[in-house]
């Protein structure tokens, strides 16, 4: 074999080698056009959702109670608290003077919330005028609510509620009575939400009770999985690299999730946001979407 014959097969084969090299990355970008768009996906989870029903009211002092002196001719010589202060019970609110120059002191039958006062140095108390002192007892108040018909049965007393009032943090409370009848033309009846506090609220203001009336657990997934379609629901669940449209039923919604009480189990790949662009059997690339990036 000459040499010039050699180095003609060296050539030959180079070539081929480099010809081989440029084919491997173009059939690497056919198999990914075979697998389709990627999509991100999450796995159905179970998780537990709260049931609530929403009431709006107006804030009221559950017990108000009115102080004033049990006997005439008295007048205001000291006063000690002033509207909007926290007492506790046997507390002196003020001092009076008798006509004969004793004393008489004026104390808090009840802990409470100091709501009104009319007590001025040099003013006459009396047992039938204007009361000197009004407290809400035991800082206690009734959230009163107006509650459509279709949810009172949903109601019980003790049911825990979460209240928030209009300029106020949010506050715990409680159903503590529920009306027995509606009223006929609103079609709505009274529920009234206890809650104590020692924050300040402001009688007669708004505000809005969230009533916890349940608890269900089941699978879950992100309310942007959900496709509203005629005549129902889907979710687009991926297996062995293609999308199957599942019909699925609803449940209760929170937090940006949404519960799925029949059509996938837990562990499910579901496409996190469904679109219609992806229809039944359509390749596709699941790329999970991280914990900080999933659809809220």
């Known amino acids: 074999m000459t040499h010039s014959t050699v180095t003609g097969m060296r050539v030959a084969l180079l070539a081929a080698a480099a010809t081989v090299a440029m084919a491997q990355p173009l059939r690497a970008q056919e198999e990914d056009t075979v697998k389709g768009a990627a999509v991100t996906v999450v796995n159905a989870a179970k998780s537990c959702f709260s049931a609530i029903v929403e009431a709006f009211g107006i804030l009221i002092p559950r017990e108000e109670i009115a102080i004033r002196p049990d006997r005439p001719g008295l007048k205001v010589s000291d ?10 019970a046997g507390q002196t609110l003020a001092r009076l003077t ?61 049911q825990p509620a979460t209240i928030k009032i209009v300029g106020a943090d949010e506050v715990p409370g409680r159903v503590r009575q529920i009306a027995a009848t509606v009223e006929p033309n609103t079609q709505l009846g009274q529920v009234f939400v206890a809650l104590t506090t020692s924050r300040r609220l402001l009688a007669n203001a708004s505000g809005r009770a969230m009533i916890k009336t349940g608890e269900s657990c089941g699978v879950s997934v992100p309310l942007t999985a959900v496709l509203y379609v005629t005549g129902g629901t889907v979710v687009q669940v991926v297996r062995r690299q293609r999308v199957e449209t599942r019909r699925v039923e609803l449940g209760l919604m929170s937090g940006g999730q949404v519960e799925i009480r029949e059509g996938l189990a837990e562990g499910d790949v579901v496409v996190a946001r469904a679109g219609a662009l992806l229809r039944e059997g359509d390749p596709v690339r ?3 979407a991280a914990a900080d990036a999933a659809p809220k």
């Open 79 to 88: 006063v000690l608290v002033d509207p909007g202060a926290t007492v506790t």
């Open 98 to 158: 008798a006509p004969d120059g004793s004393s008489v002191t004026v104390q808090a039958p009840t802990a409470g919330l100091v709501s009104n006062s009319s007590a001025v140095i040099g003013s006459v108390a009396s047992a039938k005028g204007e009361a000197l002192f009004s407290i809400i007892a035991r800082n206690e108040y009734d959230l009163v609510t107006q509650v459509p018909t279709r949810n009172l049965a949903k109601l019980a007393v003790n």
């Open 286 to 288: 699941p790329v999970v």
